[in-house]
């Protein structure tokens, strides 16, 4: 959730209305752009820092409906370019009620909510249950001749090991498994962070973090004084190997 400052605001095609930017890093943050005749939606528009006209200029190329941006969750390197959107005229910021996300203007709770962006175009923000935070959205695109396009936010992290600081590991589980579950509405998915993958790899996630679970809960009833022993066979680095263990032992 590093709060570094964005490099990029070149959006590539992934589908006839999704588009997708690269920014900061490392590693470098996935922002998704979808576009229907009405509206337009930003998703994740990047931290704080950085030359965020450059983002919006990228946006304006592509489009001039109205924009509205959702944040799937609310680490800084998601959120911060809120700020500077909503100066420029934003009027619509979505994210979890539980996200902490001081600068959206609409919350997500238990329902999903769908924004239809005109032209067949729509957008599904869903809660699939606490997991990387515990105001986490994944936003799905629907839109006539889509194969179907997934944007996860970070419960699914690709190329590194999955962030747990501010984590519910076992409740993780379970919004993985959710997420795997709708491979057949979805058949891309965007992590956070990361290269597009499929649902395979979703499903291999959700089995390491199970295990990563289940040897640091087993670790933590044998070993109550000194759980980190579990470190070596934690399936994740050192540091996030710490961070699980640090979570269970505060749930």
């Known amino acids: 959730m590093m709060d570094h400052a964005p490099e990029s605001a070149h959006f590539r095609r992934l589908e006839d209305h999704v588009f997708l930017a690269e920014r900061g890093g490392p590693p470098p943050l996935n922002v998704g752009l979808i576009l ?10 990047g931290p704080a820092g950085g030359d965020h006209t450059a983002l919006l200029a ?3 190329e592509l489009s001039s409906a109205e924009l509205i941006v ?3 969750h609310g680490h800084p390197d998601h959120v911060g370019a809120n700020d500077f959107l909503r100066r420029q005229g934003v009027h619509r910021i979505l ?4 996200a902490g996300v001081e600068t959206a203007t609409d919350l997500v709770a238990a329902e999903p909510v769908t924004l239809p962006l005109g032209g067949g175009v729509e957008v599904v923000l869903e809660h699939l249950g606490r997991g990387h935070t515990q105001g986490d959205l994944v936003v799905g695109v629907r839109a006539e001749g889509s194969t179907g396009v997934m944007f996860c936010g970070d419960l699914v992290r690709e190329g590194d090991d999955p962030e747990f600081h501010d984590s519910y590991p076992k409740e993780w589980v379970r919004a993985l498994g959710r997420l795997w579950s709708m491979a057949g509405s979805y058949s891309r998915f965007v992590p956070g962070h990361g290269h597009e993958v499929d649902a395979d790899f979703i499903a291999s996630m959700r089995r390491r973090m199970q295990q990563g679970y289940n040897v640091s ?6 070993s109550v004084n000194d759980a980190t022993k579990a470190i070596p066979i934690v399936p994740y680095g050192p540091g996030e190997s710490r961070e699980l263990i640090t979570r269970l ?3």
């Not at 229907?36 to 528009?45: N, T």
């Not at 994210?95 to 539980?98: G, I, M, R, T, W």
């Open 36 to 45: 229907g005749e009405d509206a337009a939606v930003l998703i994740d528009p």
């Open 58 to 60: 990228a946006v304006r």
């Open 70 to 72: 959702v944040n799937t």
């Open 95 to 98: 994210a979890h009620a539980d």
């Open 217 to 222: 809960s087993q670790a933590i009833r044998e």
């Open 249 to 251: 032992r505060g749930r």
